[in-house]
């Protein structure tokens, strides 16, 4: 009896002595490489990202899980259902692989608290500062130069492209600095900064319409000796670039419509120019 009570003890105080594995910052780049590259790449309408992220994690969640089955049980919960926009999702998963690395498997359904909470906010704000914001100014710049014949618009959108890789790198650094810190630090803020980010984001767009959509007619009206041109003398006079803010408009109010996709809205106004360009009423 005596043995098996100092047998237990041993055991306590070996648990209580384990070291765990202190998650190292080549660990950290290691894991956000692989979750970029294969993010959107093994996505699925299941589980969306979660093969991604089990893929990304599970070189250093074997680091951090020396037991098999803790180690498959880690895993097993990275493959759940997870959707977000990559950049964010970055701190997110950042964060969860703190808690992993302090509580280890008796963190699993924290770990997965804290994706599923986090994933819808963070995506706001990334959707509107990644895949609007961000495309939108730095792709308009580029194009407008490229359009000029100044081969340092794809440069300049190369070199951007390059920078936002290291950015996502940051911010899977940063989350993982911040551990749960996000919840109670961002949480309160999220709403506020999205709807200040969509509303500059919207701001900028509606900008773009006058210089980037080129839209103009060349029809005339003649009575007698008086001319009237429709594109100089009536629709500039009611506003600038009017025909440009219509046909922005089909398109957005054609995006709404899921009979409609970016390809046949392509291949509409490409239909479109051809033929007002062919009967000389519209210039696009």
């Known amino acids: 009896m005596n043995n098996e009570v100092q047998k237990e003890i041993n055991q306590g105080i070996d648990v209580q002595t384990e070291e765990r ?10 894991t956000a490489a692989r979750y970029n590259f294969m993010a959107c790449n093994i996505f699925n309408y299941e ?16 680091k951090i899980y020396k037991k ?38 008796a963190a699993k359904d924290t770990v997965q608290s804290l994706k599923t909470s986090l994933m819808g906010p963070f995506a706001g704000v990334g959707d509107t500062l990644v895949w609007v914001l961000w495309p939108t100014i730095i792709g308009s710049i580029s194009g407008y130069m490229a359009q000029q014949g100044n081969p340092l618009g ?13 950015v996502k790198s940051k911010m899977f650094q ?22 200040a980010a969509s509303i500059m984001g919207l701001s900028v767009v509606g900008a773009l319409i006058a210089t980037s959509v080129k839209v103009t007619t060349a029809l005339n009206f003649k009575v007698g000796e008086v001319a009237l041109n429709l594109q100089t003398d009536i629709l500039d006079k009611i506003m600038p670039s009017l025909l440009p ?5 089909l398109v957005y109010k054609l995006l709404g419509n899921k009979k409609w996709t970016a390809t046949k809205l392509i291949l509409l106004i490409i239909v479109i120019s051809l033929v007002c360009a062919f009967f000389g009423i519209l210039t696009v």
């Open 47 to 62: 589980s969306q990202m979660g093969p991604a992220i089990a893929w990304a994690m599970a070189p250093v969640l074997r």
């Open 154 to 166: 794809a440069i300049i959108w190369l070199l951007c492209n390059i920078a936002f890789w290291f």
């Open 21 to 30: 594995y202190k998650v190292t910052k080549r660990d950290l780049r290691k």
């Open 174 to 195: 940063i989350g993982y600095t911040s551990g749960t810190k996000l919840i109670t630090n961002l949480g309160k803020r999220l709403t506020a900064f999205t709807e």
């Open 245 to 249: 803010v219509l046909l922005t408009l």
């Open 68 to 105: 098999d089955d803790e180690y498959k049980m880690a895993l097993n919960n990275h493959f759940n259902y997870f959707n977000s926009t990559t950049v964010m999702s970055s701190m997110i998963l950042g964060a969860t692989l703190a808690v992993e690395e302090k509580d280890g498997i």
